[in-house]
């Protein structure tokens, strides 16, 4: 048996299996069109205005300093790109949400093979809309004041030195959160008790996060990798349900 933190990366690889099968391609190519056609746009309107950004962001130096233009001028390249890519990723994740909540549904029929969810129907999937889109917003109001301050800390000479390694481990976190939760929701689970439950399987909840981090940093594989995200947390769930109902049989 793996280490705990080592079956996240191997839950995300199952779950692009699983997204692959033809049982579950239908429910995945949607939300996939949707990612592609926003990601087009992003980098069509990142192409255009990607100097003037850069430009924008730098700061303004005097004569004197100019020679540190070279020096910053590629470390705010590399911030312009990371913000447009987080950004598809922010609002991918809305976008799809509904979806993904759907997608998890059916993953979960393909895991337990038995099928406790309603039939598909458009009707279903729109009802989905409000549900998802307020635990979308839940997870916003989860991120944004630590985000906030973490960036704060970001600028507090010598503390912000522990600045980085803080940003990617929130980040892990937080790609364990927006992932699970799907599964998580598709039980009604409450927000709170989600969150205890990752944190009663931290190395596991940070395992999977952080490979799921990873590759949604690849450009165009981060577009397969959000379904395959979705069904990898829905494995997650399932089997680790599953072990926790029989340790409780066993007591």
Do not use: C
């Not at 839950?11 to 592609?36: A, T």
């Not at 940003?167 to 709170?192: C, E, R, S, T």
């Not at 494995?235 to 599953?242: A, D, P, S, T």
Request: aromatic share 14%.
């Amino acid at each position: 048996m793996p280490a705990p933190v080592l079956s996240g990366p191997q839950y995300l690889q199952e779950g692009l299996k699983l997204v692959l099968s033809p049982g579950l391609r239908l429910f995945v190519l949607l939300p996939l069109m949707i990612n592609l056609v926003l990601f087009v746009g992003l980098i069509y309107l990142a192409g255009h205005q990607f100097s003037l950004w850069v430009d924008t962001l730098m700061p303004s130096l005097p004569d004197w300093l100019s020679f540190l233009n070279y020096v910053l001028w590629p470390l705010f390249v590399v911030l312009v790109v990371l913000m447009v890519f987080f950004t598809f990723t922010m609002l991918a994740n809305i976008i799809a949400a509904p979806f993904n909540g759907f997608l998890a549904e059916k993953v979960e029929v393909v895991i337990r093979g038995s099928d406790d969810f309603p039939a598909f129907s458009w009707a279903e999937l729109i009802a989905m809309i409000p549900r998802t889109l307020a635990r979308e917003a839940r997870k916003l109001g989860y991120f944004l004041p630590r985000a906030l301050g973490l960036l704060v800390l970001s600028f507090i000479p010598v503390i912000n030195i522990v600045a980085a390694p803080l940003w990617l481990l929130f980040g892990v976190w937080m790609m364990a959160i927006q992932y699970i939760d799907y599964p998580a929701d598709n039980h009604k689970l409450g927000w709170n008790e989600m969150l205890a439950w990752l944190r009663e399987k931290r190395w596991q909840s940070l395992g999977f996060g952080g490979s799921v981090y990873l590759v949604l940093l690849i450009p165009v594989v981060n577009i397969l990798m959000m379904p395959a995200a979705v069904a990898g947390a829905t494995l997650f769930w399932v089997r680790e349900q599953g072990a926790e109902t029989a340790l409780a049989r066993q007591g």
